[in-house]
């Protein structure tokens, strides 16, 4: 199965969301950047800048993304 | 021979001088969910915090708070447009003295006629005396609103983490089985593990 990892972290008022991506232990590379570029329209939409911040990692069988970071801007 | 008569009036008053500021700014927040449902979960947080919620003239949610020495903060949910403004009604004293001159040769009663000159000069005197204390006034109001951005801001800082944090979780859910929450929505630190 594979699994959408949505972390978000806020440090001094600075929020970061980082969308991670597990695909199938089966799934080919450019598969799991399909699913991961997917995943990250799903979650944000497609206008919204990202940032990529890793590329793959196929350890253990299966591939694993560095999340992509999101800058959330904020004013105060 | 002419003599010239020199009256001068001493005038105070106590004035109530009107003073506002205001700053204007933006919160912004992530397309996570459609804007109406990101405005609404924004309005529950405020809600939250002891904001009122108010319709402007466009039918637009607008959350109001009256915080302490009379600033409101207001913040459109729909447009993330946030004011903060105060205004306040402060009391001042003024005093000016005015001095009017006439001469004998001229006039029948130089002392009257002295005394109105320096009369008749004596609201602009006092609103020449005024404009130091309402500026006096108005960085008092200032410092006033300062204070309270410095109280607001973290305010709102939480509101958008936990929207954020919220939406992010209805996101979640609808892409498939949300496994695991770890962390919470309050201070913003938050990981969500979903099977899809």
Do not use: F, W
Not at chain 2, 9 to 38: C, N, T
Not at chain 2, 70 to 82: D, H, K, L, Q, R
Request: no cysteine; aromatic share 2%.
């Amino acid at each position: 199965m594979a699994h959408v990892i949505l972390t978000i972290t806020n440090i001094n008022g600075k929020r970061e969301l980082q969308i991670g991506y597990e695909s199938d232990s089966d799934a080919m590379p450019h598969e799991h950047d399909q699913d991961h570029k997917a995943a990250v329209d799903a979650v944000v939409g497609k206008g919204t800048k990202t940032t990529r911040a890793g590329g793959s990692d196929g350890g253990s069988g299966q591939l694993k993304n560095a999340p992509i970071p999101i800058p959330i801007s904020q004013k105060g | 021979m002419s003599r010239a008569y020199r009256v001068s009036v001493s005038g105070q008053e106590d004035r109530i001088v009107h003073v506002e500021d205001g700053v204007e700014g933006k919160v912004e927040l992530l397309p996570i969910l459609s804007p109406e449902s990101m405005g609404d979960i924004l309005a529950g947080e405020l809600e939250a915090k002891g904001y009122a919620r108010t319709t402007n003239d466009k039918g637009e949610t607008v959350m109001v708070k009256l915080g302490e020495d009379n600033v409101t903060v207001e913040v459109n949910v729909a447009t993330g447009t946030v004011h903060v403004s105060i205004a306040e009604d402060i009391k001042v004293s003024v005093e000016a003295t005015v001095t009017g001159v006439a001469d004998d040769d001229y006039h029948k009663d130089p002392t009257a006629e002295a005394k109105r000159q320096a009369e008749a000069g004596m609201k602009a005197a006092l609103d020449k005396a005024e404009a130091p204390k309402r500026e006096a006034a108005r960085k008092t109001v200032t410092a006033k609103l300062e204070q309270e951005l410095a109280k607001v801001r973290p305010e709102l800082d939480q509101a958008v983490t936990g929207t954020t944090a919220k939406a992010l979780v209805q996101k979640a859910a609808s892409l498939g089985d949300i496994e695991s929450v770890e962390g919470s929505a309050e201070d913003g630190n938050m990981t969500i593990r979903v099977r899809v």
